[in-house]
C-alpha cells in the first residue's frame, strides 16, 4: 500500500527531518538514505519500520544539515595554496608586477580550506531520530489504512459475484448433470448398435460417467473458500499471504469445473460463462491481495 509521511526534530543547532514514503510490493523492501552520521543508527531504523510494516517498498530519508555533523576545524589545501603562490609570484615576475598576494582572496578560492567534520551525529539525535521515526511511521499507517480499507471493500465486493456466481452454477448442475448423462446413453447406444449388451450395465455405465463429470464437490469447495475469505477479511490483520493460498484453491476449483463442464449443452455453456466470471473475480482479487499485508 502506498503512503507518505515527513517529520521535522530540532537538534541542538539545527533539525532533523526523517521523511517514509511506501509503494505497492510483495514483501518488505526497506531503502534507507542518510549522511554517515546516521550510519550508527540504521539497524534502529530496520527494526522500527520491521515492526509496523510487514509489505511494501518503502524508503527511508533521513536529512541532517552537514553543519550540524560539528565542523571541528578548517585545514588549509597546504599543496594547494603552495602552488597557488607558485604560479602567482611566477607570473608576476613574467610581467614585471609589484605585486604580492592577497592572503584573504586566496583563502576564498574554492578547495583552498577543507572542513573536517566531528566523527559523531550530534548530541540528542538518537532520542530525535527515534521520535520523528515513529511519528512518521504512525502517520504513514494512517494513509495505508485509509487505502486498505478502499481495497478490502473492493475484494468483499468481487467475493460476493463469485458467491453469487457459484450459486447460479448450483442451480444449473442438475440440469448439466442430466443433459450429460442423455447424451452419453444415446452415444453408448450408437456404438454399441448390433452388439449385444445389457441395457441395464449400459445405464449404468453412463451414469458412471455422468458423475464423474458432476461439479458439486467442486461448487460445494468453491463456496467454503469463499466464506472463508469473507472471515479472514472481516477479521482484518495480515491477510495478503493468507489470500493467495486460498486465491489458488479457488483458482483450481473454478478450472475443473471448466474441464468437467465443457461440451454439455446449454445449461453447461452457462455454467462456463459463470465459471469463466468467477475466474475473473478471483484474478481481480488477487490483484488487490498483493496490496494488502
Known amino acids: 500500500m502506498t503512503g507518505f509521511a515527513r517529520v521535522r526534530r530540532p537538534l541542538e543547532q539545527s533539525e532533523l527531518m526523517v521523511s517514509v514514503k511506501s509503494v505497492n510490493h510483495r514483501a518488505l523492501d526497506l531503502v534507507i538514505q542518510s549522511s554517515a552520521a546516521i550510519d550508527p543508527f540504521e539497524a534502529m531504523i530496520r527494526a522500527m519500520v520491521k515492526a509496523q510494516v510487514v509489505r511494501g517498498h518503502v524508503e527511508v530519508r533521513v536529512s541532517l544539515p552537514k553543519s550540524s555533523g560539528g565542523v571541528s576545524a578548517l585545514t588549509l589545501n ?80 468481487h467475493n460476493t459475484r463469485l458467491g453469487e456466481a457459484a450459486e447460479q452454477m448450483e442451480q444449473l448442475r442438475d440440469s448439466a448433470r442430466e443433459y450429460f448423462h442423455k447424451r452419453l446413453s444415446d452415444r453408448l447406444r450408437d456404438v454399441a448398435a448390433g452388439i449385444q449388451i445389457d441395457p441395464q450395465r449400459l445405464a449404468q455405465e453412463a451414469a458412471l460417467l455422468a458423475d464423474r463429470s458432476d461439479i458439486g464437490e467442486e461448487l460445494a469447495r468453491l463456496k467454503i473458500h469463499s466464506g472463508q475469505l469473507a472471515a479472514l477479511m472481516e477479521a482484518g490483520g495480515e491477510v495478503g499471504k493468507k489470500l493467495d493460498f486460498l486465491l489458488q484453491e479457488m483458482n483450481r476449483e473454478t478450472n475443473t469445473i471448466l474441464s468437467k463442464t465443457s461440451g454439455s449443452g446449454e445449461p453447461a455453456m452457462k455454467i462456463t460463462d459463470l465459471a469463466l466470471g468467477a475466474k475473473a473475480a478471483i484474478e481481480k482479487i488477487r490483484e488487490q491481495s498483493l496490496n494488502l499485508e
Open 78 to 157: 597546504r599543496e594547494f595554496f603552495e602552488e597557488y603562490l607558485r604560479i602567482f609570484r611566477q607570473e608576476a615576475e613574467n610581467h614585471d608586477l609589484d605585486s604580492k598576494p592577497d592572503l584573504n582572496a586566496a583563502l576564498r578560492i574554492a578547495g583552498m580550506l577543507d572542513e573536517v567534520e566531528s566523527a559523531g551525529p550530534p548530541e540528542g539525535t538518537e532520542t530525535a531520530l527515534q521520535e520523528a521515526l515513529a511519528r512518521a511511521l504512525d502517520e504513514l499507517n494512517v494513509f495505508r489504512s485509509r487505502e486498505g480499507s478502499e481495497l478490502a471493500a473492493e475484494v468483499r465486493a
